[in-house]
């Protein structure tokens, strides 16, 4: 089992950038493709962002594409999500999560995940 801690959030103004990492323990995060989901107040839970186990894929909703980039250090046992051009709509907790799923259809639908952290707030104001 995994243990996942997240880190990096708190409040930036329009634009960003921001740095948001997930530490992981317990086991090593190369047997699993990671992802990073968030949630609003009052919305559902959102996927964000995955990427495979080498790192050698990756995937992002529509909002992401093109601002956000997410990566991971195996050796550190890391992953990261870098955000870019950050908007009030991008206000939410955002959170990490492994799954063991191969499936690179699957891994952007929450249910694929096995284990989750319990967030970081990140906070945009324009």
């Known amino acids: 089992q995994v243990q996942l801690v997240e880190s990096g959030g708190g409040l930036v103004q329009t634009v960003g950038p921001l740095r948001l990492s997930c530490a992981a323990s317990g086991r090593s995060i190369s047997t699993y493709a990671m992802g990073w989901f968030r949630q609003a107040p009052g919305k559902e839970r959102e996927f964000v962002a995955a990427?495979?186990?080498?790192?050698?894929?990756?995937y992002y909703a529509d909002s992401a594409e093109g601002r956000f980039t997410i990566s991971r250090d195996n050796a550190k046992n890391t992953v990261y999500l870098q955000m870019n051009k950050l908007n009030p709509e991008d206000t939410a907790v955002y959170y990490c999560?492994?799954?063991?799923?191969?499936?690179?259809?699957?891994?952007?639908?929450?249910?694929?995940?096995?284990?989750w952290g319990q967030g970081t707030q990140v906070t945009v104001s324009s």
């Open positions: 999560a492994a799954s063991h799923s191969y499936s690179s259809t699957y891994i952007l639908q929450r249910e694929a995940y096995d284990y």
């Open positions: 990427i495979s186990r080498n790192g050698g894929s990756s």
